[in-house]
């Protein structure tokens, strides 16, 4: 059986029979890497006990496979530069008499796009502790269709979890268990129609896939004004069409600003003077590190603010587990629309979760990442002052990902020059909404995303190619 690891940018295919095995499946998968060119020469690789802790397997199988092959010429190490792919080391070209094909595109070696946390560090032993528990004590009916608002298991710890971590006001009958963010946003597209809510006030600045979610439900999707205090709340009022906006107060995404207490305050005024909805996007507020907690806008107005939270950035994306915190006159409404939909998130895992929580592991993981991101964004702060010290960086007391801005004309070509470096990154102006004015030149940098091998390497190319 073959075990496919993404790791400092490259999918290494290794057979995992026996500790033989694995050290010559990691020098033919690192070989191949080299040759295909998803490895370039001159690339920096991961230290062994690094790569090791990345792939899950022992730091002397990587030293020895890393020996072996700087034997046979395909690395180079030297002290104090580390582990790096040979110059002489060149891509396969094919032979002269191979038929033409397309060239086969290779993905960038590294990536600081925002939207992802570190995914090597999922907590897999406390979760298959959590999972067990769980299922050891799972009910008969937990294997059924069930409630469409979620199991009651989880409902009842989140309760307690939100009002406890955020500031929420969230008892277990006003929840319901999603299949993700991007599920929420659909229901309260599908209830704010019904309710014949024409326009949904965004964000000058944030997600096109949110936006068109919303468009698909039928809804127009004005945009609100953004500066440096956060989305511009007191305008809704002149917005006479608007029947509810989607904001990220906590951590403004992309810009990293939090909304203004003021601009809180005003948010909750329109929403009770017009009877609108604010739908408020928590994506990562369980990470801070220079600042005292900003609680979630809910506990302002539980009857006129739909919350909206997700494991996505603290645990993993692919747990497909969020959950929306509902005034009391949406809960029939929204629970209707998702036994239309039927897309109902697996109890098994509900309950994983649950006893995940419960347990106090959840807290433990949310603790350790705090710790680790903030390192990186040190490191990124400490790199960026050194390499660029005339470029600005913002964004950056919480969250996963920080702003740096560039001088004016240079974001595509900086973008552009990555590339070619193998490296991943988004300009600020892929995240404008249409009727938005443009703003600044500037990069939003991902410092969650990477994992421990590839985050060096990443930074590196970074401060390469900023002017």
């Not at 979760?127 to 528990?133: E, F, N, Q, S, V």
């Not at 971590?165 to 268990?177: D, F, K, L, M, S």
Request: proline residues 6%; glycine residues 10%; hydrophobic residues 45%.
């Amino acid at each position: 059986m073959t075990d496919s690891w993404a790791t400092f940018g490259a999918d290494l295919h290794i057979d995992p029979a026996g500790a033989a095995g694995l050290r010559a499946g990691l020098m033919n998968a690192l070989r191949e890497a080299v040759l295909t060119g998803r490895l370039t020469p001159g690339t920096r690789l991961p230290s062994s006990r690094t790569l090791a802790a990345d792939l899950g397997i022992a730091r002397n199988t990587v030293a020895d496979a890393y020996a072996e092959l700087v034997a046979e010429g395909w690395l180079t190490a030297r002290q104090g530069s580390g582990t790096r792919v040979a110059q002489r080391a060149e891509p396969r070209r094919p032979a002269a008499t191979a038929p033409r094909s397309r060239p086969v595109r290779r993905g960038p070696a590294y990536s600081l796009t925002p939207g992802s946390p570190d995914l090597s560090t999922f907590p897999r032993a406390d979760w298959l502790k959590a999972a067990r528990r769980a299922l050891t004590a799972a009910p008969n009916d937990a294997f059924g269709y069930g409630d469409p608002r979620g199991r009651i298991e989880l409902r009842t710890v989140l309760a307690d979890y939100l009002a406890r971590a955020r500031g929420v006001y969230a008892a277990p009958e006003r929840i319901v268990i999603c299949s993700g963010f991007l599920h929420g946003l659909m229901l309260m597209g599908k209830v704010l129609r019904k309710r014949r809510v024409r326009e949904v006030a965004v964000e000058s600045y944030g997600l096109d896939v949110h936006w068109n979610v919303l468009g698909d439900a039928g809804l127009r999707t004005p945009c609100l004004p953004l500066d440096g205090l956060g989305s511009r709340t007191g305008e809704l009022v002149a917005m006479r069409g608007v029947g509810a906006v989607l904001m990220t107060p906590a951590h403004q995404f992309p810009t990293g600003v939090p909304l203004h207490p003021d601009r809180r305050a005003a948010a909750v005024d329109w929403a009770r003077g017009a009877g609108g909805l604010i739908l408020e996007d928590d994506y990562d507020g369980e990470f801070r590190y220079d600042r005292q907690p900003v609680g979630a806008l809910q506990g302002l107005d539980p009857e006129r603010v739909v919350y909206m939270g997700t494991t996505s950035k603290s645990l993993a994306p692919g747990l497909r587990l969020a959950w929306m915190v509902l005034p009391q006159e949406l809960v029939k409404e929204v629970a209707e629309a998702k036994g239309d939909i039927d897309w109902v998130s697996s109890a098994p895992d509900q309950l994983t979760l649950a006893e995940f929580i419960e347990s106090g592991a959840y807290d433990r993981h949310v603790r350790s990442m705090r710790l680790r991101y903030r390192r990186r964004r040190d490191q990124l702060v400490a790199a960026l002052a050194e390499q660029a010290p005339a470029l600005r960086i913002s964004g950056i007391a919480a969250g996963l990902h920080a702003v740096l801005e560039l001088p004016d004309g240079s974001e595509r070509s900086v973008i552009q020059a990555a590339a070619f470096q193998g490296l991943a990154l988004e300009g600020m102006a892929r995240f404008r909404h249409a009727d938005a004015e443009a703003g600044n030149d500037a990069l939003v940098i991902s410092f969650g995303a990477p994992t421990d091998s590839a985050w060096t390497g990443a930074l590196e190319a970074l401060c390469r190619v900023l002017p």
